[in-house]
């Protein structure tokens, strides 16, 4: 447990009552009673369908939630790179699939260290080049170390992309002394938030064809695939009803962020997983009648998805616009009541992921009561 002074400008709030509207802004707002719904509900979902959760840690950058996924039921997490899996691993983290390829000297040797401090962790590969690397930091660290063939189902960003490149690797693996290949992993960011859920399921299920190739030219050579990882939440409902995959990588269904707000669910009406986390911040200027000035700009916000959406606090249909590094506008609709200076207004975050990495903390709220704050323990590890 940290001490309070490291828990930032809010930390003398803690357990007290009304704190909320109290809290120095801009500031990170997780809503515990919300966020534990969604942790579970996920938790069962995939349990139902005897399906493994290794839900992904790059979308909150925190050990107490990845310890709060684990205690739920999850099979282990998954980060995106080995500077995030360090500070997992040193918070007592346990079942760490590294998702993005390990390349270069530098991420080598702290994949070396990694292992070196017992570090549970299985990593990805995409490439033949990069398996002597890889078989170099497992063997000075005196371990073997479980590896995933990436498969590029179509994004053109990480994965092998032909099924002869995911035999060939496969054959490498075989060869090694150090690595033990353990199958496949396949992620296809470019669906997930293709809005309708009919679109996006026709797009998907093509990609998935090519996996199943794959998979199954793999298992004809006698490498069938013990673990097939992947997915996010727009595809888990997919992923989880089909054969496929031995267990899924939701990241974004902790928060629902507006990005994922708008996106039609896959066999709901409404996402089962509701916003759990805000952006809180406070009327700083208010001269004039139809919009004021908040206090949360570029530097609280990611920007590469909608706009932030305010709600708590807000008049019906009022609008945020981005305003400069350190200030947002808030648009009010014509005859809304003016809002006085320090009035607090929450915001759900355009695009999670990287919003996180732009805060220290996540305040914890139950009601109005500041129940807890907790560091955004891997932000900044990139
Ligand atoms: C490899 C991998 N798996 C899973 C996820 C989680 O996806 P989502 O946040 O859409 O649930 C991501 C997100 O970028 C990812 O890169």
Redesign the pocket.
Known sequence: MPPPAALGPNARLIGQRHAREQLATPALLLDLDVFERNVALMANRCRRAHKGLR??A??HKSARIARAQLAAGAVGI?V?TVHEATVMVAAGVSGVLI??PIVGTAKLAMLERLLARRGDVTVVVDNIEAVAGLERSARRARRSLDVLIDIDVGMKRTGVPDVRGAVLLARRLATSSVLQYAGV?C?S?SV??IVQAAARVRAYSRQLAHLERVLEALARRGHGARIV????????EIDRRGALFTEC?????VFMDAQ?NAVEPVAHAAWPFKTSLYVQTMVSSNHYPRAVTLDAGLKSFAMDGPAPLPVRGAPRSARYQYFGDEFGRLVLPRGARPLPLGHKIELITPH??PTVNLHDFYHCVRGDRLVDIWPVDARGNL
């Open positions: 839900p992904h790059k979308t998954c995106a998702t993005s992993q992620y960011g997930q938030h990882s992947g997915g996010g939440t727009g595809t888990f990588q939701p990241g974004s269904y994922y999670c992921d």
